[in-house]
């Protein structure tokens, strides 16, 4: 298996703008964990699926973050409108027990 | 709130040493604990997991020990190499959460 899949590794935008990055589980995990990473505050869960289905999106910073799900092999989570304090690496990580197998991650840039 | 930190923040070692890092948690109710690798620009690697009723864990030349009633984590890693340079991550859970991630221990092994 070729892990977690994550696209755009790099993304760079300008304030306002649309951001969507997605995510490709390792196949037959039930869990999708999103994840944001800044050297304020570390690594922060922002929302989890079980099964395709939302679970906990506590984490979501604000109603400018929004994620779905709409099959076991497809993930994304979007910004709109994107802010610079979004910058971050996004993390996507798939489970099938109590081990994450985490993606390569996002960077994002946003001016 | 679970708080997780992880002492020293920074670590640098000659090749060979044997070393020890540190993570500790408030609360001590914990289902599990997770160390994880970070190499820079990439995911996470899960190392070892320990459940609540362990008291540690081996895989290779790292050791993981668990004293929940001290809230505390210890990573032993023995002869160490360069290869072994990267950031060190815990991270608790507890039984229906998710787990909480402290801040990580930058790790450099000198050739």
């Known amino acids: 298996d070729a892990g977690v899949i994550q696209s755009p590794r790099h993304e760079v935008t300008e304030m306002g703008q649309e951001v969507t990055l997605r995510c490709k589980p390792i196949?037959?995990?039930?869990?999708l964990f999103w994840y944001r990473q800044t050297m304020m505050r570390g690594l922060e869960l922002l929302i989890y699926?079980?099964?395709?289905?939302?679970?906990?999106d506590s984490g979501m910073p604000e109603d400018r973050f929004s994620a779905k799900m709409p099959n076991a092999s497809f993930s994304t989570l979007k910004i709109q409108p994107s802010e610079p304090r979004d910058s971050a690496v996004y993390f996507c990580?798939?489970?099938?027990?109590?081990?994450?197998?985490f993606g390569p991650g996002t960077r994002l840039l946003v001016l | 709130k679970q708080e997780v930190t992880q002492i020293p923040a920074a670590l640098s070692v000659p090749e060979g040493e044997n070393l020890v890092l540190n993570c500790s948690f408030t609360?001590?109710?914990?289902?599990?604990l997770q160390w994880f690798r970070q190499d820079p620009g990439k995911g996470l690697t899960s190392l070892l997991l320990?459940?609540?009723?362990?008291r540690e864990q081996t895989s290779g030349r790292l050791n993981a020990s668990l004293d929940k009633s001290s809230g505390r984590s210890t990573l032993y890693i023995a002869a160490s190499q360069p290869g072994d340079s990267a950031t060190y991550l815990c991270?608790?859970?507890?039984?229906?959460?998710?787990?909480?991630f402290g801040p990580g221990t930058r790790l450099s092994v000198l050739p």
């Open positions: 699926f079980n099964n395709n289905v939302p679970i906990d």
């Open positions: 320990i459940q609540s009723s362990q």
């Open positions: 609360d001590s109710a914990i289902y599990n």
């Open positions: 196949s037959g995990h039930d869990y």
């Open positions: 990580a798939s489970s099938a027990g109590e081990t994450q197998y």
């Open positions: 991270a608790v859970r507890r039984q229906g959460q998710n787990f909480v």
